[in-house]
């Protein structure tokens, strides 16, 4: 590992691309803490902690901006603007025919769904900002220490969070296009491990029992990470034989191999999609604070038996839904057969492209329920027993996190071997 690590350090490509991923987390990072104009910093931190401590919707969105919301800093919004936006795009691709036929054309099909993308942003970002600040006011706060008119007041708080989740969005593409990683996963790693000092701190005060739970924890974390590394890591290979050609004087083909499908493909996308959806609601809801319904229902999606049996029904929704986008049968077995290519027992064409999907159908299901099991259970154990840790840094947190770290390193194993150098892993 540390080897891997010293490797990637001697390609001046590759850690020019890992200094740069460092240098935005950590842009980002300042960012979250630096706070808002007017912002009486203070009083807005002992109104939050009141506030989450009520409602478990503002406890998540706070999670998941990494602690940004409480401070009322310039990055309060956080990536959900942009997550938000891409979950509506690729979801209108499969109904709107001109968006699914603008993904097809490639390169500048793809650069235009990321424009649109970008802008729907703005206009996501627009709306929380607005309902972020009904929200501060309804805990009596007022950002009237910068002297001007109430009016003139509101509209350099909402642009401020505009401006900042734009900013989010621009640092998170640079990651993906000239750093290491993708930059939205990246962000979220960040916001989630910058809550575990606190989650840890919070966990051992709870009581006297604090500290043996606290250990009780961790122990089971860290023995389900490597459980979810065999998930992650696990995949069915189909066998694929290659016919014999005669080309000139040569015989090509003829050799065996097989077609590896991952039982997890659809990685950690599920599990983001499937929360930027559960906790929509809650960011609306900041728009009408003294609603009691709202509230109830914004918090009945965030929290308990209903949130953990859409959070199970939309992740499994997301796992074919993102699957399907990602690895396209038809396509696959067009390939094979062009290449001289078959499965044994399958005939060419459309039963190969059919026994992929039956195939792909099929141990789709069993990776999308252990995620979504991963994500649930620690919830469950979390209204039972209140213990912070679990929240902060419950199953889905540790699925994200795993999930990103995995990827990370896999482009980074990639591109030592192009440079001919060992990876992490022997």
């Given at each position: 590992m540390l080897k891997g690590i010293a490797n990637a350090f001697r390609i001046p490509e590759l850690r020019n691309k890992i200094l740069v991923s460092i240098a935005i987390l950590a842009l980002y990072r300042f960012g979250a803490y630096l706070p808002a104009p007017g912002v009486p910093f203070a009083r807005m931190l002992e109104a939050f902690s009141a506030a989450s401590?009520?409602?478990?919707?503002?406890?998540?969105?706070?999670?998941?901006?990494?602690?940004?919301?409480?401070?009322?800093?310039?990055?309060?919004?956080?990536?959900?603007?942009?997550?938000?936006?891409?979950?509506i795009l690729q979801m209108m691709q499969a109904v709107i025919p001109s968006l699914g036929e603008l993904a097809k054309e490639g390169e500048s099909g793809q650069r235009k769904i990321t424009q649109y993308t970008r802008y729907l942003t703005i206009v996501?970002?627009?709306?929380?900002?607005?309902?972020?600040?009904?929200?501060?006011?309804?805990?009596?706060?007022n950002f009237s220490q910068m002297g001007f008119p109430e009016a003139i007041e509101d509209i350099i708080i909402v642009g401020v969070l505009v401006t900042g989740a734009i900013i989010i969005m621009w640092l998170g593409?640079?990651?993906?296009?000239?750093?290491?990683?993708n930059g939205m996963s990246l962000i979220i790693f960040a916001n989630i491990m910058a809550g575990l000092p606190s989650a840890l701190i919070s966990s051992v005060n709870t009581s006297s029992a604090g500290t043996i739970m606290t250990a009780l924890t961790l122990l089971?974390?860290?023995?389900?990470?490597?459980?979810?590394?065999?998930?992650?890591?696990?995949?069915?290979?189909?066998?694929?034989?290659?016919?014999?050609?005669?080309?000139?004087?040569?015989?090509?083909?003829?050799?065996?191999?097989?077609?590896?499908?991952?039982?997890?493909?659809a990685g950690v996308v599920p599990i983001i999609f499937a929360s930027a959806i559960l906790y929509l609601p809650a960011q609306l809801a900041v728009f009408f604070p003294n609603v009691g319904w709202i509230q109830a229902f914004a918090n009945a999606l965030s929290s308990g038996w209903v949130n953990w049996i859409l959070s199970v029904v939309l992740i499994v929704f997301f796992?074919?839904?993102?699957?399907?986008?990602?690895?396209?049968?038809?396509?696959?077995?067009?390939?094979?057969?062009?290449?001289?290519?078959?499965?044994?027992?399958?005939?060419?064409g459309g039963p190969t492209a059919a026994y992929i999907k039956g195939v792909l159908d099929?141990?789709?299901?069993?990776?999308a329920l252990f995620m979504a099991a991963i994500a649930v259970v620690p919830s469950i154990l979390f209204a039972l027993t209140g213990n912070s840790l679990l929240q902060a840094f419950g199953g889905?947190?540790?699925?994200?996190?795993?999930?990103?770290?995995?990827?990370?390193?896999?482009?980074?194993?990639?591109?030592?071997?192009?440079?001919?150098?060992?990876g992490f892993f022997k």
């Open positions: 401590a009520s409602s478990g919707a503002i406890a998540v969105l706070n999670l998941f901006s990494g602690g940004a919301l409480s401070r009322v800093s310039v990055f309060s919004l956080g990536i959900m603007p942009y997550i938000t936006a891409q979950i996501l970002a627009l709306i929380n900002a607005i309902g972020y600040l009904f929200l501060f006011k309804s805990y009596g706060i593409e640079v990651i993906t296009q000239r750093g290491v990683g089971v974390i860290f023995a389900i990470i490597p459980v979810i590394v065999y998930i992650e890591r696990g995949q069915r290979r189909i066998p694929v034989q290659y016919a014999k050609r005669v080309v000139g004087r040569k015989v090509m083909g003829g050799q065996s191999t097989y077609l590896p499908i991952k039982v997890n493909t796992a074919y839904f993102y699957t399907a986008m990602v690895f396209n049968p038809e396509e696959t077995s067009d390939q094979l057969r062009k290449s001289g290519g078959f499965i044994p027992g399958v005939r060419p099929h141990i789709t299901l069993p990776g889905t947190s540790v699925l994200i996190m795993v999930g990103v770290a995995m990827d990370t390193i896999s482009q980074l194993e990639s591109q030592l071997k192009m440079h001919n150098y060992e």
